[in-house]
């Protein structure tokens, strides 16, 4: 099978680099071609090429046909898709809010993978139909990432992954209290190992997330999950298959980094329990079903292409609708502008706790210790209004199996100008309410939203994006309050039904 894989760049160590190598080579292995198409090469490229897996950073030179695209990244498998348009294609998330995992909608992309059960609503939230998503958990090279000597009873020597940094200085604390040696690798500082699996089995303990906590594992590392977005804990198997349907990574981190609550799942550490997640991690994380499991899903999308072939003014439209929305222009409603305060808004809400917020009681924005916003004004003794198209707020309910009533009390800015505003709001990745309030008037208005199960399910925080129309100028209006105001929140109220 002729495979062409597409990813944004192809130089380090980032997961889907990672992901990208491996694949290749497992396919290679298998007797199959792959090819890669990536925008910007590097040194892990020259690696593949070596390898004998063809590596090319133009479109053009891809001369023979593919029968199948295996897509990672928005803009990367969109183009590959319109140099071959009647080649079935898959995509595959691999973030739950990077602007470059953004589904492309086109005709030809039959099938799109999560590589989490949290990544496959993003997927569904941002339009494509729920039949055609299916998740693949992630795979690694157990060949490479070998069980190291057993881990000693108590920890002495941790190993940091530092894909970001915030959650560093909570791990130093709690290990220096603990009397434990801790070394730090990743970009945030600067050191970048190109062969963590010689690393990682010298190595009592390990903090990480994704991609490396599960490497981690497979050495039989004892593991505690956590990244500068949050804190999950010490990997057990009582934890062990809920969180690897998590990926391992955001979904997870839940709890809030500092040193006390870092120490806490330190003193979890049991060597036992890490064997057995060590055994069963590698029981069904090899490369090999991994690799099947596409190539399954490759023949899948290779014979439903043949009996239902694509439609070229259906693929030729949706290219262009394509384009349009990801092409260059001025403004916030770019999606590579959004995504750096989207970016941003996301490290701040997981920087701290909050309390939990009991049934029944309404919090205002001026309650910083049960909800933390972002992409909204200094709270105002009636509330707080969003200076973004995208603002966040996130609370912690308390536990819940089934749904639950969101109360909502808010304001709309409007103008003459602009007499509409548009709402919708995802929770926790999940769309679940959409509206558009039309009556410029000053009154304050409520909203009752349901929340259904699968929100909240397993989950210790509740995620409240509001995705709205654009913040007006009271200014533009006659005003002299120099912000730009959206959506105004008053209150919000949980209620189990």
């Keep these: ?59 053009d030179a891809v001369e023979e046909t593919p029968d199948v695209i295996h897509g990672h990244h928005n803009s990367a498998t969109a183009t590959a898709v319109a140099r071959f348009p009647d080649t079935p294609a898959l995509f595959v998330c691999h973030d739950l809010f990077a602007w470059h995992d953004t589904p492309p909608l086109l005709p ?109 594992m497979a050495c039989g590392r004892p593991v505690v999950v956590c990244d500068g977005r949050g804190l999950a804990g010490f990997v057990d198997m009582a934890r062990y298959e809920g969180w690897r349907a998590e990926n391992f990574g955001l979904a997870v981190l839940t709890q809030a980094l500092t ?18 997640v060590s055994e069963r991690l590698r029981a069904e994380a090899g490369l090999d079903p991994w690799a099947g499991h596409y190539l399954a899903l490759y023949e899948e999308i290779i014979a439903q292409a043949a009996a239902q072939p694509s439609d070229r003014a259906a693929h030729d439209r949706a290219m262009a609708r394509h384009l349009q929305a990801w092409g260059p222009r001025v403004g916030p409603e770019w999606p590579w502008m959004a995504e ?28 910083d210790e049960v909800l933390r916003l972002t992409g909204f004004h200094t709270p105002e003794p009636w509330g707080a209004w969003s200076r973004t198209r995208a603002p966040v707020v996130m609370l912690r309910p308390p536990p819940s199996r089934g749904p639950v009533s969101l109360a909502l009390s808010y304001a709309v800015y409007l103008t003459e100008a602009r007499p509409t505003f548009e709402v919708s709001v995802l929770a926790n990745g999940l769309e679940v309410a959409a509206w558009c309030d039309e009556v410029r008037d000053t009154a304050l208005r409520s909203r009752v939203i349901v929340l259904p199960p699968e929100v909240l399910e397993g989950c210790d925080g509740l995620t409240l994006q509001f995705r709205t129309s654009a913040p007006g100028s009271p200014i533009d209006d006659g005003g002299t309050d120099p912000r730009r105001l959206g959506l105004g929140i008053v209150s919000l109220t949980l209620t189990p039904l």
């Design 259 to 276: 040193p006390d609550t870092v120490a806490a799942e330190i003193a979890n550490y049991d060597t036992a329990a890490a064997a057995r």
């Design 108 to 216: 030809s992309i039959r099938r799109h993978v999560a590589i989490s059960e949290g990544f496959r609503r993003r997927l569904t939230a941002e339009g494509v139909p729920q039949a055609l998503t299916r998740v693949v958990l992630n795979g690694i090279d157990l060949d490479r990432f070998r069980p190291g000597p057993p881990p000693p009873a108590r920890p002495a020597r941790a190993l940091a992954f530092a894909k970001n940094a915030e959650h560093l200085a909570a791990v130093e604390a709690a290990c220096a209290r603990l009397d434990i040696t801790l070394d730090v690798i990743g970009t945030a500082v600067g050191r970048i190992d190109a062969a963590p699996e010689q690393l990682l089995p010298g190595y009592d303990l390990v903090f990480a997330s994704a991609l490396s906590a599960i490497e981690a």
């Design 1 to 59: 099978m002729n495979v062409l894989i597409t990813n944004i760049v192809l130089s380090g160590r980032t997961g889907t680099e990672i992901v990208t190598r491996d694949l290749a080579l497992g396919l290679l292995r298998a007797g199959h071609s792959p090819t890669i198409y990536t925008p910007s090469p590097g040194a892990l490229a020259e690696t593949l090429r070596e390898a004998g897996v063809p590596v090319v950073s133009d479109i």
């Design 340 to 367: 750096s305060e989207r970016l941003g808004q996301e490290q701040e809400r997981r920087r701290t706790g909050l309390r939990l917020l009991p049934w029944g009681e309404a919090a205002a924005p001026a309650m």
